[in-house]
Every structure is written in structure tokens, then in C-alpha cells.
């Protein structure tokens, strides 16, 4: 089955998130809390908050900060690319599944020897969020897929439309932000993007 | 003696900061990286350069990421009051010591219950950084250091001529920013702050 991962926007406060994950945990197979602007204590309250309402630990990753991750025992850390390297996480945390943010092959052959678990890599079609950055497209995406062993997440600008598009280039699943999380309505466009997901039944 | 901790002002490039480190370091006791807007990345090039001017990595205390000090294997963190719990820190990562801020008798007292090995209170007089609110005091000062049996460091607006009655307060020290990162001659500064804690004999 392809992932469907929900990703924060750093554009909505603790409530309105929790709001809208509280609609659509069901539908999704993980949630990367990337926000910039929090601090350790926010992220406790968001995750406890997210317990409370029913969503699994093993749901949640926090990005970058490992420190948070390790002490409320979330599924694992998604690393930027100035983050901590994926060596040292792995050596000194080795409970935490290792996500990485990629650009390139060569990042995403060295970031898989270096221990990481998955790679998001993008962003694959234009987006509000990069805009004036090409897209990488789904060329490239295939590439990628051929290159490594371990899972694949495509994310930029991926729409219910383009779904197909990436599920055939071998990705193992989506990362969405604002097309979730900004939709006008979060668990419309959620059945949407697992609807297309669905529909498509390869696996890798 | 009485400590000399200098903190990172959030106002420097890495450059600009190693420069005067490398003039001063000898002179104090603990350097606090505090940027907000740092990479992980910044702050481990920023931790190999001090490394490479001399600075051991017992001086350097890293300001609410446990995870880039666990690392970097420096002396310690610094956690600020929406940071991570001192209880959790101190479980998660037993090798680190803990400096922990706190405003309040209360706050210090818990703090040091939890499992805090150090104490940063302020701000003890007013400072630019603290404008409109009123400082602490020397009396307040000398209450929490009555009431805990950790080092007591203070912070907030000391400079070589308060020196003195801060430590009469029974505090272990003094943490600085612009009046030392920030001074026209930061060796001088630094050289006049520790004549002046060197004056005082009186151990707590």
C-alpha cells in the first residue's frame, strides 16, 4: 500500500491542527511535525494532544529535532538537510526510524549507506511553497527509486491528479502539506489523495 | 572561584563569534551557544571550530537542543523555560549536566528537585535585552541561593561594577552576553570582569 504523510505547515496554530488531524488520522499513515517556530514545549502539548484524540505514536514523526523525538517516543525523526547527520543519529538513538530529506541520487545512495530509514525527496512538480525552484519531476523520481532499497516519499506540488503519475514511478507513497492541511476541506481532500492511492495497486 | 559563563548573543556570525572566543576563551569558564536561528549544522561547525582554537568541549553548553550536545559530546545544556524537562533530559540523557533558567524561588527549588545541576537566574538588574521589565535583584538573588543547594549563576545587566555585590549574594558566578560579545574590546572586558570576581575570596 502506497503512504499517505501529512506534513505541518508552520502556518496553523496547536488547535486548528489538532482540529484537522482529529478529522483525518484514520486516513493518513504518518504526520511530520515541522515547525520552526515551536518550541520543545509546544511539541510535548501538540503530541500529547495528538495522543489524546487517538492518533498512535506510531504514527508521528518530529522533524529535526531528535532530542523531542527521543523523549516522547515517536516513531522517528524526519532530517532536513542542515539537520543532524543521519550517522550520528543513528549511532547515539538507535530506537528512532530515520527519515531524510534528499535532492539528488548521489544524496540519496550516500543517505541510505549512512543509515537512513526513508527519504522524502522532492519537490517533483511546481509548488506555491517553491516557488521559482525547478521541479525535480517524475524522471528523476524514478531515478531515485531505482537507485535505493529503502522507501521513497515523493513531495512538491502533488495533487489528487498527479497521484498516479507518482505511484507509477515507483515511489512508496506521498507527502502532502497545503493540500491537506490549507484544503478548504482537510478530510475531503484527504479521501481524495487515498482514493487515488488506492486505485493504484503495484507495489514496489 | 566564581564562574564567568559568556552567552551567545544571537546577534553574530559564526565567524565574528569564534574571533573573540579565540581572544577570550582562556578567561572563561563556559561558553552557551543560544541561537535560535542556527542549523543543527551551524552549530556542529560552529563546535568543531571552537575545538580547533582550543576551547575544550567541557567549556561549551549548549542552549535547549540536548540533541546536537549529546553529539557534539559537549559539558552540558542550558534548558530555557518552554525548553525539554529537566526530569526527561536527565533520563534520556544521564551523560549531560543540566543548567536550567529560572525566574522564581519556586521554579528554582523544583528545578533543582528534578534533577538540575545548575541554575541560571535573572535577570538580576535591567539590561537592553530585558527593557520594560523589572529586574530581580540583588535580594531575590540572594533568597534563591539560600534555598538551593546548586550553583547559582547570574544573569542580566552585570557589568565589572556590580560585580561585587552579586557575589555577596552567594552566587557561583555571572553569565554575560553583549557586555563582553558585544564590547568594543571584548579581551578587556572580559579581563575586567575577572578582576573583579577574582576580588571577591568569599567561596559559598
Known amino acids: 500500500m502506497k503512504q499517505l504523510h501529512i506534513i505541518s505547515t508552520g502556518q496553523q496554530t496547536v488547535p486548528e491542527f489538532i482540529h484537522i488531524i482529529s478529522l483525518i488520522h484514520p486516513y493518513i499513515d504518518f504526520i511530520h511535525l515541522r515547525e520552526r517556530n515551536w518550541t520543545a514545549q509546544t511539541y510535548i502539548d501538540c503530541i500529547d494532544q495528538l495522543l ?47 527519515g531524510c530529506s534528499v ?4 544524496k540519496a545512495i550516500e543517505q541510505e549507506k549512512a543509515g537512513a530509514n526513508m527519504l522524502l525527496y522532492g ?31 515523493a513531495i512538491g506540488g502533488i495533487t489528487p491528479r498527479n497521484v498516479q503519475d507518482v505511484c507509477e514511478s515507483g515511489a512508496n507513497g506521498i507527502a502532502v502539506l497545503s493540500g491537506v492541511l490549507l484544503a478548504q476541506h482537510p478530510l475531503h481532500a484527504v479521501l481524495e489523495y487515498r482514493e487515488k492511492l488506492h486505485l493504484f495497486k503495484g507495489e514496489r
Open 123 to 153: 519537490h517533483i512538480f511546481s509548488s506555491r511553497s517553491k516557488a521559482g525552484l525547478p521541479p525535480r519531476g517524475i524522471s528523476q523520481l524514478k531515478n531515485i527509486v531505482k537507485q535505493v532499497t529503502i522507501p521513497v516519499i
Open 103 to 106: 535532492h539528488s541520487v548521489e
Open 52 to 98: 489524546d484524540i487517538g492518533v498512535p505514536l506510531e504514527k508521528i514523526l518530529i522533524n529535526d529535532r531528535v532530542d523531542i523525538a527521543v523523549i516522547t517516543g515517536v516513531y522517528g525523526v524526519q532530517l532536513p538537510t542542515h539537520s543532524l547527520p543521519v550517522k550520528d543519529v543513528k549511532k547515539y538513538f538507535p530506537s528512532l526510524q530515520i
